[in-house]
């Protein structure tokens, strides 16, 4: 009988980060040429690009640039994964620049992971170096303190929870009534 490890390479990963972003950028290059590369929203000026994977708070967390989605990702913490995706798909997680609510999916050759969407599509980035620079950007500030200048501005209020479509603008709002993953 094989193990969900066996199944799902993803588990050995965590140790290594950028590995771990490696892997999963290999997995949806060979999406966007098999599915993705005819559809509408494929911006061909783009690729996929793991940038920023590293451990933060005991978590592999990185942004995964794909010609359709820009996406803060990580593997399903242990523990958040017991629930079936059907059933629970959010998942909250607080970061140093603020909380962020993430979508549980499963994903073929990698397992669960948890998915924050950034962009989607992609076609207001004219090259890579642009949509590279954009997610350093994003993961700089969300990898901040939130009251730093790197993560809002000085002048934005301290926040415990961003909502993703105000983040790059500098929007940043609170919701502290759900349960948060530390």
């Known amino acids: 009988m094989t193990s969900d490890r066996d199944q799902h390479p ?22 966007a040429n098999r599915a993705v590369r005819d559809l509408s929203i494929f911006n061909e000026a783009l690729s996929v690009e793991a940038i920023g994977f590293r451990v933060q708070g005991g978590r592999v967390v990185g942004i995964m640039v794909t010609p359709w989605f820009m996406n803060v990702v990580m593997p399903v913490p242990d523990g958040a994964s ?46 890579m170096a642009t949509a590279r620079a954009t997610a350093e950007t994003v993961f700089a500030a969300l990898m901040s303190p939130a009251d730093s200048a790197a993560s809002h501005g000085l002048h934005a209020p301290h926040i415990s929870l961003i909502d993703r479509r105000h983040f790059l603008r500098g929007l940043l709002t609170e919701r502290a009534h759900e349960p948060l993953l530390p």
């Open 10 to 31: 993803r588990s050995s990963m965590h140790a290594d980060p950028s590995a771990w972003g490696e892997m999963l950028a290999a997995v949806y290059r060979d999406i």
């Open 82 to 127: 017991q629930s079936s995706p059907a059933r629970d798909p959010d998942l909250r997680v607080r970061f140093p620049g603020g909380d962020l609510e993430f979508t549980i999916s499963e994903l073929a050759l990698v397992g669960p992971i948890a998915s924050c969407s950034l962009f989607s599509p992609m076609f207001e980035f004219e090259d």
